[in-house]
């Protein structure tokens, strides 16, 4: 089976995609979830056919040998100031361990946006393996964090332009 593997795998993005991948297809590819820390991740471990691998962005060391034999990497960047350099990293030990395939996901607040994400995106179209660039919508869940002011206000406050259509 061709190996799927997610790195970020904790997050909301990585586990609905970890999850997602399992319910459609376990029986097609081997799913590796890529976590920093194998002990917080008891989410993960319950979702069947899904390993679970130690595995940290941007390290130099034993990523290389863990993304030996996957065959598609989805990146899920990390919500931190230093993600453009750590994805990017990250994308390179893949290139090296012959990964065939990166597809990188960010959101669309928080450093995510802008700078960072463009840097992301140039540097991994131009590593010369084939790849894919989501940039994510808001979450509607995450409105859940500006409850008090949409009803106190009646308003929805968002870093967006809205008089452009989201790219």
């Avoid at 056919?49 to 990523?63: D, F, P, S």
């Avoid at 012959?98 to 669309?108: D, L, N, P, S």
């Amino acid at each position: 089976k061709p190996v799927v593997f997610v790195i970020g795998a904790s997050g909301n993005i990585g586990s609905a995609t970890v999850l997602a991948l399992s319910a459609k297809y376990s029986d097609k590819v081997e799913i590796r979830a890529g976590v920093r820390n194998p002990d917080k991740a008891d989410k993960l471990k319950a979702i069947e056919g899904v390993t679970l691998v130690k595995a940290e962005m941007g390290e130099e060391v034993e990523l290389p040998k863990t993304l030996k034999g996957v065959d598609a990497l989805l990146i899920v960047t990390p919500g931190i100031e230093h993600q453009a350099p750590i994805s990017i990293k990250t994308a390179e030990v893949a290139k090296a361990a012959g990964v065939k395939f990166i597809a990188v996901a960010g959101g669309a607040t928080g450093p995510s946006v802008g700078a960072p994400m463009a840097e992301i995106a140039e540097t991994v179209s131009n590593l010369g393996v084939p790849y894919t660039i989501l940039k994510l919508p808001m979450f509607v869940e995450n409105y859940w964090a500006f409850k008090d002011t949409i009803v106190g206000q009646s308003s929805i406050f968002s870093p967006v332009d809205p008089t452009k259509p989201f790219a």
